[in-house]
């Protein structure tokens, strides 16, 4: 008869260093407790204790307040007839940590919002994907998550549409609800036929019903377009789009400065919901910064796809600045 070897002595502590972390972070039981239920002294339960977070087996996260700019808030609200506006007081963070922290104020603003019962609907991104990673979980919520538009990437990733309305869904207690179509097709008949499909016409008629969105807003600079990085648009595609004066996108809709979506033929070959949908949602919040996105984010700002931004105090001055 052959036996199971036994663990090692690595193995064997850090199953210790768990147990140990597990009954006192997650349990909450006292270090004497510990101690008395593992016949060890209450000095040992400190030492593993420590160990177990120099062994990366515990992290601990501190949340703290983020710092805003309200003069900045008030010039977008007041500027572009805002419900909301969070602008990160950013203290000179590099971009990814301005973004996260944008997603940060993103986060606290749905879950001081959310009702129970209800759905969210969602596109895809960076700026969306750092909200819903920064949101905490609100599991007795029950609120379902739906998709605003196809999925951008051929392979799963962390910030695409379907990825991310599974991770919020998750976090929210609910159901996502995915599209299963690509974002952008090759002519307005194959689109067409996709929305002919009742599980897709059927799934974007429940996200543009949502009273809650999360959205991004996508440049046009071929450099940073997120489309042209996975695939959907050449940069000689997009160069054509910025030549006829389309400065941004939201859902895959290419607008102008003054946020409209009717110069740019592309558009009838996206699967997403409409703009006037994305208009009549009534909590529309969109995570964007960076510098890139400036005449973007003016665009969808003037074009009402956005009633409430998250952004950053770099990104927000030169807003002010372009338009004063």
């Not at 052959?2 to 147990?19: F, G, V, W, Y």
């Not at 510098?291 to 030169?318: F, M």
Request: aromatic share 6%; proline share 4%.
């Amino acid at each position: 008869m052959i036996k199971n070897s036994p663990p090692t002595i690595d193995a064997a502590r850090e199953d210790m260093l768990i147990r140990v972390a597990s009954m006192y972070y997650e349990r909450e039981y006292s270090q004497q407790r510990i101690a008395t239920i593992l016949n060890i002294s209450r000095s040992n339960v400190s030492r593993l204790l420590k160990e177990a977070k120099d062994k990366g087996l515990v992290e601990i996260k501190i949340h703290k307040r983020l710092g805003t700019v309200p003069e900045l808030e008030k010039f977008l609200i007041d500027e572009f007839n805002l419900t909301s506006a969070l602008v990160l007081d950013s203290q000179g963070d590099d971009y990814q940590t301005r973004l996260q922290n944008t997603g940060q104020l993103a986060a606290w603003y749905l879950a001081g919002i959310l009702e129970p019962n209800c759905h969210v609907a969602v596109a895809w991104g960076t700026g969306v994907g750092s909200a819903v990673q920064a949101l905490t979980p609100l599991s007795d919520l029950k609120s379902d998550v739906a998709q605003m538009m196809g999925s951008v990437s051929e392979v799963q990733t962390l910030y695409d549409g379907p990825e991310l309305a599974k991770i919020l869904a998750g976090k929210l207690g609910g159901v996502y609800h995915p599209v299963h179509a690509p974002l952008i097709v090759d002519s307005e008949d194959t689109r067409n036929i996709f929305l002919q499909q009742p599980m897709i016409r059927d799934r974007l008629v429940f996200a543009a019903e949502a009273p809650y969105a999360l959205n991004g807003v996508g440049t046009t600079e071929p450099e940073k377009s997120s489309l042209v990085r996975a695939g959907h648009l050449t940069e000689e595609e997009l160069t054509g789009l910025r030549n006829h004066g389309a400065v941004g996108e939201t859902c895959g809709l290419h607008f102008d400065i003054d946020g409209n979506t009717e110069p740019f033929d592309i558009n009838r070959r996206v699967i997403s919901i409409t703009a006037d949908e994305i208009r009549q949602i009534p909590h529309k919040i969109t995570i964007a910064c960076g510098l890139p996105k400036v005449k973007s984010i003016i665009g969808a700002l003037r074009g009402g796809y956005v009633n409430i931004i998250a952004t950053d105090d770099i990104t927000a001055r030169a807003i002010l600045e372009l338009l004063t």
